[in-house]
């Protein structure tokens, strides 16, 4: 079965762009969550979605969105990117049963994203 | 901020049992430890969890106490793959709006030659 796909792999942009970031979970997974990392900061939870619809969020900016596809796939943009919007951004993919789950997450390598 | 607190770093033998431990004393009833680890520049790998009951698969072994208030990952013979930051989370099992996967800083194990 294939991975997390994440793509690109590495981004450079300039202060004030926007940029799209994109996840294919494995097949049959219908949760997406995504994560800023950053060597000062660690692993920062950013949202999830499940079903299209967004069930949960973390303490991020509103410049920061997302969005899930009918098929799970799921994109991740960012506006009016700031210096230190620079990190290591990961998306992570989870079957999500209806009524229960604890099921782990599988991470995709994430994308690199250099703000300069 | 982080519901696990975990060493900063550890270092193991080649060959040597790790045993890393995982503080999680403010745990729910109905949260899951998971263990992950991150090899750098790649994605975390899942490794490992458990509920109440102590769990062994392929790759390591959990130890978790009778009050769920710690924990203990084991990987019974560390090979220099090993090295990795590994992190302890907590997860409920019935995710609803409000909850969050938080990450803290996790273990940085080295695996010495």
């Known amino acids: 079965k294939a991975g997390v796909t994440q793509t690109p792999r590495y981004l450079i942009k300039t202060r004030g762009q926007q940029v799209t970031l994109s996840c294919s979970p494995i097949?049959?997974?219908?949760?997406v969550s995504w994560y800023q990392q950053t060597p000062g900061q660690g692993l920062q939870f950013l949202f999830e979605?499940?079903?299209?619809?967004?069930?949960n969020k973390g303490n991020f900016p509103g410049r920061f969105s997302g969005r899930q596809f009918s098929n799970s796939r799921s994109e991740m943009n960012v506006s009016t990117l700031e210096l230190g919007d620079s990190a290591l951004y990961l998306c992570?993919?989870?079957?999500?049963?209806?009524?229960?789950?604890?099921?782990?997450?599988?991470f995709g390598n994430g994308t690199r994203l250099t703000v300069t | 901020d982080a519901k696990t607190t975990q060493p900063t770093s550890m270092d193991c033998a080649e060959g040597r049992a790790a045993n890393l431990p995982c503080n999680h004393s403010?745990?729910?009833?109905?949260?899951?430890v998971y263990w992950y680890r991150q090899i750098h520049s790649q994605g975390p790998q899942y490794i490992i969890h458990?509920?109440?009951n102590n769990e062994t698969n392929e790759m390591a072994s959990l130890i978790i106490t009778e009050d769920r208030k710690s924990s203990t990952l084991i990987l019974p013979h560390a090979t220099l793959r090993d090295t990795a930051v590994y992190y302890c989370?907590?997860?409920?099992?019935?995710?609803?709006?409000?909850?969050?996967?938080?990450f803290g800083k996790g273990t940085r194990l080295h695996i010495l030659p």
């Open positions: 458990g509920l109440k």
């Open positions: 989370i907590v997860r409920v099992g019935i995710m609803n709006r409000d909850d969050k996967i938080i």
């Open positions: 097949s049959g997974h219908r949760s």
């Open positions: 403010t745990i729910s009833g109905n949260e899951y």
């Open positions: 979605y499940f079903s299209e619809t967004q069930r």
């Open positions: 992570a993919s989870s079957p999500r049963y209806d009524s229960s789950y604890n099921s782990p997450l599988h």
